[in-house]
């Protein structure tokens, strides 16, 4: 049960990083959602990759976390970018677009 | 405390994240139902795209932790599978360090009890024992009502006596022991009742009356804790005492290993000497009470002891004992209190401590010994795991991990061998108490084991394992991966290294072997001596017999009473012959005093001392002690006949050198004064006084007709033929209409057997120890030798394939094996002469560096390590050269 969705490794902090960074502040539950949304269901976030990748940036320094409400009046910790994380947005931005032509390249060659 | 914030901070931190991934399961359980999924399906969903997440570990405490007890386990499950594939050395590694931990706990389990524990009291470590420096620890009761009412250093004195008294209840009369205490022994010690009230000062004036408390183990045994026994009387020697309450439990008194039934005011002491005999509250040279006192918080010891000096003067003058010649009472009155610590009471088994501790060194080697002999079996194992050991190591483990590893499984083996050491340890420290229990003190102590024993125990259990485990765990882990898995498993290149260890350790055991069996020759030999001298009497077939009569009478009336019961029991059939005298040999009780031949100056210094006994007529045939000139006492010796004495040899010696003693006239000191002289009617052959250790001292018999202050109890010999058991009923029928003390029969070996409690522990556990380090040194001599032999298998088959004569490889296997056990057994004689040393207080006619002893210890061990050595080495003269190349 490989799915073709699945993230692929290393890009989760790149798509995690992105969504903060135009939508918000978000929870996890909705990180997920928006992430799935957005790609039209080509992508989806593994939950048991997520959190510790929340948890990691935001020892890293690149995310803040804080616990909220939802709108349904719940207790949720809510993840927003920080300054640093925008640095690291952009670092990780140039990076895929490297792999992204790198791989073209290769793929173009017949 | 920055530590425990951050433990606070961590479980914080967990909980949020748990929090976080609750908030974000329902969530997605919510969408799933909203899509139609049933709850129980969407639920599990939720939860399983979370994967091992869900376990949210992220925090790296927690998983250090947990990474740590994981591998712990592990390392537990794989030694525990390693001690299961080979049973037999996990048996024998537990079971060796089992009986070699738990000997050493239940020694030091009695230890405990009897010399470190404190007192079951508030803060025992205010208190101080007081006594006359160097003449012993007891006071008279005026020298303690001096201290009582003089003292102003401490916050409390009380003292204290205990004694056997006679219990009467209904028709039944017994011995409990008793405890006469001071009014202020209670309230100073911080010892409450569990029913009605403490004993108080109030109690504890002259001419009181009987009044009591009970312990708490009698008043359940015979009372059956009923709260109604407050104000009920209790009659102790003929004399009714009030109940007044009960002691708390876990109180037995200040005399550890008894435990007293009855504590009664000193005032009521008189009550114990119906008829108006003297007593001991005026006695001035009746040394009868220890003192305890309670220093107060701001004092200390020197302070005290120098405070109650500046009384001392007054105190001895205002105390003189009447009737002391000029140069005692001038000694008497430069008397001095010393003080010490006394934070756990007192004991009369203390006199054992250095026997105890004598023993803890020695079981101290056995368990050294089985060290020595499971680290070796380690070895030999680690030796075939070397393989694996590097498979291991080239798989990545590092060096610490495999010693860790191998540390684990020695902790194991000790661990589990402390558990069941602690089994054994509780029956065997039981055991022991037994030991030094007698007949006429039954030891009671609380062996339960204190935190003490248990440290004791893990620490004994942590440092053997660590002992043991380390050599052999930082030897596999030295080992190259390369190397080992290059070579054959036998590992050829570090087995030379390993033997040479391992030949060291059986060095060392055959060593400590021999100091164990040497020491233990000095107790078996002391205690034949002590048991095969010839004392001066015969004890077997001997009956002593303990039955007072009323004591209200008159002495002379008493001495009649006496008489008319001997000749009752002579008339008992069995009994061959019967007498009466005021104490019996070997009891531990004497009776002395100055005698000097009558118009005589008396004699120097300690010459005028000699022992007293009275006897009746047939005294010295029935014990078996010949006469060896002149005539026994007869029944014509009354009080109004003539005076006369029998004197022992070294009496006879002491006074009359070479001439003939009978007829001579002596006069016996009392009070100060020489009374009307006795004439020597016989003289006897020395027989031992008080115990069997001292030579016979100068003995003088006098009738018991003539004996005119009682002085002593009472007991009855009786020679008896055939078996004992039978005439006790007869005995007991004779004397209960006339006796209203309680009857005690025993055998005379008894008596002599209860006074050499501490040379038989001795012996005994000694040749225990001693067979059991025999043992294990065999045991592992034997073991490195057949490993030995096993590895060296195709060197021996090609020796043999080249013509080595079978004899010649027996030779060479037995000659490794003398080699071993020559330098263990010079190192032995060696250590044993050193430690021998320390025995030398317990010995009797043995000499410390006895050579036939050494001699004895070291041929036994060298038969044991032959014996040993010699199945493996037919091993190696039996291996077939064919078979073992093949193997190759």
Known sequence: MKAKNDILQGTLVLLV?????????????????????????????????LYPALHRMTQDGWLRAEWGKTEKNREARFYSITAEGRRQLEREEASWARLQSGVRKVLRYT | MSRFLNLFRRAKVSREIAKELDFHISERTEQLIASGIPRE??????????????????????????????????????????????PGFAAVAVLSLALGIGANTAIFTLLDAVLLRSLPVPHPEQLVAIDIGDNGAEVTNPIW??????????????????????????????????????GSYFLTLGVGAALGRVLTSEDDRRGCAGVAMLSEGFWQKEYGGSSGVIGKTIRLSDQPFEIAGVVRAGFPGLDVGSAPSVFV???????????????????????????????????????????????????????????????????????????RPAPSGFSDIRKYQDALWTLMLGVGLVLLIACANVANLLLARATARQHEMAVRTALGAGRLRLVRQTLTESLLLSLTGAALGLIFAGWASRALAAMISTTQSTVILDLSPDARVLAFTAGAAVITGVLFGLVPALRLSRVSPGAAMKSSSRGASSGVTRMRFSKGLIAVQVALSMILLAGAGLMLGTFRNLTTLNAGFRAEGVLLVNAGVNRNLPPDAQIRARLALLEKLRAIPGVRSASVSALTPISGVGWNGYAKVEGQPERPGREKLVFFNAASDAYFETLGTPLISGRDFSQRDTAASPLVMIVNASMAHRFFGNSNPLGRRIQVERDGQYGEAREIVGVVADAKYRNLRQDAPATAYLPVAQHTVVVLGSSYELR???PVASLIPAIKDTLSPGSDVPVQIRPFTQQISDSLVQERMLATLGAMFGALALALAALG????????????????????????????????VMGEASWL?????????????????????????????????????????????????YLPARRAASVDPMTALRDE
Request: with cysteine.
């Open chain 2, 781 to 812: 001599l034997y073991g490195v030798l057949s490993y030995n032999v096993a590895r060296r298998r195709n060197e021996i088959g090609i020796r043999v394939a080249l013509g080595a004569a079978r004899a010649r490889v027996l030779a060479m």
């Open chain 2, 720 to 722: 008896v033929s055939g």
């Open chain 2, 821 to 869: 056990a020559f330098v263990g057994l010079g190192l032995g004689v060696a250590g044993a002469l050193a430690a021998s040393r320390l025995l030398g207080a317990f010995l009797y006619g043995m000499q410390a560096d006895d050579p036939r002893n050494l001699a004895i210890a070291a041929l036994s061990l060298a038969a044991v390590a032959a014996a040993a050595a």
């Open chain 1, 17 to 49: 990083l992105r969504s903060l960074a135009s939508r918000g502040k978000m929870h996890g539950y909705a990180i997920t959602n928006h992430i799935q949304q957005v790609s039209s269901d080509l992508l989806r976030v593994e939950e048991g990759s």
């Open chain 2, 265 to 339: 005011p000193i005032c009521t002491e008189p009550l114990f000497h119906p008829g108006g005999a003297p007593n001991n509250l005026d006695a001035r040279s009746t040394w009868w009470l220890d003192v305890i006192g309670r220093l107060k918080p701001d004092v200390s010891l020197a302070q005290a002891r120098a405070r109650l000096n500046t009384l001392a003067p007054g105190i001895f003058e205002a105390t003189q004992p009447t009737g002391l010649r000029a140069e005692s009472l001038e000694r008497y009155k430069r008397y001095r209190f010393a003080v």
């Open chain 2, 41 to 86: 399906h969407a639920e599990r969903r939720a939860r399983r795209q979370f994967g091992a997440y869900a376990l949210h570990k992220e925090d790296a405490w927690m998983t250090n932790l947990i990474g740590w007890i994981e591998s712990l386990a592990a390392d537990v499950r794989y030694a525990l599978r390693g001690f299961a594939k080979s």
């Open chain 2, 145 to 182: 009502e001096q201290l009582r009412d003089h003292q102003d250093v401490m916050q409390g004195v009380l003292a204290w006596s205990q004694r056997r008294v006679v219990l009467e209840t209904g028709a039944e009369k017994r011995f409990v022991s008793a405890v006469l205490v001071s």
